[in-house]
């Protein structure tokens, strides 16, 4: 079996590699990545190490896409993932560019699917639900966390979190749309050509080894800024915003799942997270990780006004995948946030020069 990853030196792209090339040996892994990501070029060197091939390229670029060769499966873990992207509000991205790289770059790996008879697996997320529904979730104060006011009368969200029947109402974000349509096209693709999709929206994915963005790895964000002690703020909500988190290999075995049944008849749209066992508060995350570096730095300043497309509570209802997968995340918040510090404290130069 061939599989393709596109953005293999990504956090995702590259774990996932990794993880595949442990667990399926007779499999050739190769991919694609634009390097485009600060830090994403210090996976080449552990790439070649796992005998994955790489090539350098652009989904956005069609003769990139032309030139790679034939693959079984294609998982996409190629696209800008952060919120913020395209917004106006971080001047690093327009929102052309954010929809040319998440979506216009989904059309192209959908027809390099179609053309080779390939399976996708599409790395979508819990940004494709639905703001205005999110914030209609009555929340109290209970310690250093909000949590849900029982019974909920919001469709598609539990005790146990959001499941796959939440509102997908924009408005989701720029980004959450561009995966939302993302997730339509693939579907619509399938459909049309018969090849297997499977598309898991996931929630928080962090661990060792996280190049360390706010927007896409705030733990590891959290325990590098704590570890070189350098300011940080709780924005909205004071800190009691919460997040639930997964481990990357968490994610990699449940691909290896789906890549491997090709044709089950289950739901092909799941979602995949840390659950409530995997969940945190910003401020649960600082305590956490003043713990286990001794405390660093000055407190969080507290920020009143929360930003575009800020959610004070979302934690995956992951009851599908165990169901149909018999998948669950691994580790606690705890366990995580643990594993990212001593990561952290090993690497510390490394995490300086990402963090410039
Ligand atoms: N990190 C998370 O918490 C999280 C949560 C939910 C979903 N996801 C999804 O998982 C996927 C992987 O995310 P990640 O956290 O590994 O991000 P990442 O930024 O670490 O990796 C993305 C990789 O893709 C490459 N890339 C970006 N645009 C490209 C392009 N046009 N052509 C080729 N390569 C390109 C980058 O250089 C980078 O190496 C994304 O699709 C993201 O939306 C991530």
Redesign the pocket.
């Known amino acids: 079996m061939r599989i393709l990853i ?2 293999i ?5 590259f774990r996932t590699a990794s993880f595949l090339a442990d667990a399926l040996p007779g499999a050739e892994i190769c991919g ?6 600060r830090g ?1 070029e210090s996976n080449l060197a552990a790439l070649k190490k796992v005998g994955a091939k790489f090539y350098h ?4 670029v069609q003769a990139d896409v032309d030139a790679l060769p034939p693959a079984d499966w294609l998982i ?6 952060t919120v913020l992207a395209g917004s106006g509000v971080l001047n690093d991205t327009s929102s052309r560019q954010l929809m040319e ?1 998440n979506l216009s ?1 989904t059309i192209n790996l959908l027809e390099y699917c179609k053309r080779h008879s390939c399976g996708l697996v599409l ?3 819990s940004r494709v639900y639905s703001i205005s529904d999110l914030l209609s979730i009555k929340l109290r104060i209970k310690g250093e966390r909000l949590e849900p006011v029982p019974p909920s009368t919001v469709l598609g969200f539990s005790k146990a979190g959001v499941s796959e029947d939440f509102s997908t109402r924009p408005p989701l974000s720029l980004y959450g749309t561009s ?1 939302a349509a993302s997730e339509l096209l693939a579907l619509e693709y399938s459909a049309a050509f018969g090849f297997p999709v499977w598309i898991n929206r ?1 929630g ?2 962090g661990g060792p080894g996280q ?1 360390g963005r706010i927007d ?2 705030i733990l590891s964000f959290w325990a590098y800024s704590k570890l070189l002690k350098r300011p940080l703020k709780f924005i909205g909500y004071s800190g009691r915003q919460v997040r639930d988190c997964m481990d990357a290999s968490d994610v990699a075995a449940l691909v290896m799942k789906q890549i491997t049944s090709p044709s089950r008849n289950v739901p092909r749209v799941i979602n995949a997270g840390g659950g409530l066992r995997g969940s945190f508060s910003l401020r649960e995350l600082d305590a956490l990780c003043s713990g286990f570096l001794g405390a660093g730095g000055p407190p969080p300043a507290i920020v009143r006004e929360t930003r575009p497309y800020d959610v004070p509570y979302y934690v995956t209802d992951y009851r599908l995948a165990e169901k149909t997968w018999d998948w669950k995340p691994s580790l606690s918040a705890a366990e995580m946030v643990e594993r990212i510090c001593r990561w952290a404290s090993d690497n510390e130069s490394l995490v300086g020069q990402w963090f410039g």
């Open positions: 596109t953005g030196c990504g956090y995702l792209g694609l990545d634009n390097i485009s990501r994403s390229g652009d989904i956005r996409d873990c190629a696209a800008n993932p790289n770059g790395l979508s997320t995966k996931c928080v994915i190049f896409q790895g």
